[in-house]
């Protein structure tokens, strides 16, 4: 019995083993045994970032030092070792200790998490303003100004049915790829405009530090600007609907185009989307 659990443990090991060396980086995703967030090619996905960062080392100090006053409680002040317990009502001093330092943490966090807020949300200034519409099931893509102006697309996934039924192998780009891709420039600021033209959407780029709802009727705007060139970067599902839904587009870059042939030529424009999308609305400038 021992020796037949000894082989069954070996031929597990042995397998995990080989599905493990199958297992390669997801372009632009999560990377193999990664456990921190992805670091992003945006200013703000990297602000996103040193702000998770900054709250865990918050987190982890408190952590540390809760537990480690309340253990060295429990050990050193026990009733085997003698303790006799002090006897007060109240102390000032105490009571605004654990008033005034919350206060100050709750402050260290809130400051940078207003500022990545508010640099999120701001579309001011922007080199470039793409219309993205959420449809069943499928993203279409409208450039409204810029060198590709006039540029729209259907944007539909395009995983292999055999993957998807289980009769081929997966690849690292299971159920995110799409047949056409959203084109932006490096060092230009870009203001995506998103709405929906039936239910709720939900539009996500982990590396560029974008997640926004895209609902119908509404159009909200998120601006954001590549630091450095990203071949390929692919959003993630934070939202799955039924199983054919393309709620998952890729965005691709291109260094700075000064004529209109850049962008025209690595995006595929298509025939005209099928219904007039609602026209954006309140728009800061």
């Known amino acids: 019995m021992m020796k037949e659990k000894g082989v069954l443990g070996i031929c597990a090991l042995l397998f995990s083993s080989v599905a493990s060396a199958q297992i390669v980086d997801m372009p632009g995703g999560p990377a193999v045994n990664q456990l921190n967030v992805t670091r992003g090619v945006t200013q703000i996905a990297r602000d996103i970032w040193d702000l998770h960062t900054l709250l865990l080392v918050i987190c982890a100090l408190i952590f540390i030092g809760v537990f480690g006053v309340m253990f060295y409680s429990i050990l050193m002040h026990r009733k085997s ?38 640099a999120m949300k701001d579309t001011t200034n922007a080199d470039l303003t793409v219309l993205v519409t959420g449809y069943q099931w499928k993203w279409g893509y409208e450039y409204l100004d810029g060198p590709a102006q006039g540029v729209k697309f259907l944007a539909n996934l395009s995983t292999p049915r055999e993957q998807i039924e289980g009769n081929a192998p997966k690849s690292n780009t299971y159920l995110i790829e799409t047949d056409r891709h ?104």
């Open 81 to 118: 070792k003698g303790a006799v317990p002090a006897k007060f009502h109240e102390h000032v001093g105490v009571e605004i200790a654990w008033t005034v330092i919350p206060f100050l943490i709750i402050i260290a966090m809130a400051v940078p998490a207003t500022r990545a807020v508010v």
């Open 182 to 285: 959203m084109v932006v420039p490096v060092n230009k600021k870009v203001r995506v405009v998103l709405t929906a033209n039936d239910v709720i959407h939900s539009w996500m780029v982990p590396e560029f530090g974008v997640k926004q709802d895209a609902c119908r009727g509404y159009c909200a705007t998120r601006g954001s600007a590549l630091k450095r060139r990203a071949s390929i970067a692919v959003s993630a599902p934070s939202s799955v609907a039924k199983t054919t839904h393309s709620c998952r587009s890729w965005s691709k870059s291109w260094n700075r185009p000064t004529t209109s042939s850049g962008p025209t030529s690595s995006v595929r424009p298509c025939r005209p989307l099928p219904t007039t999308p609602p026209k954006p609305m309140n728009w800061p400038i």
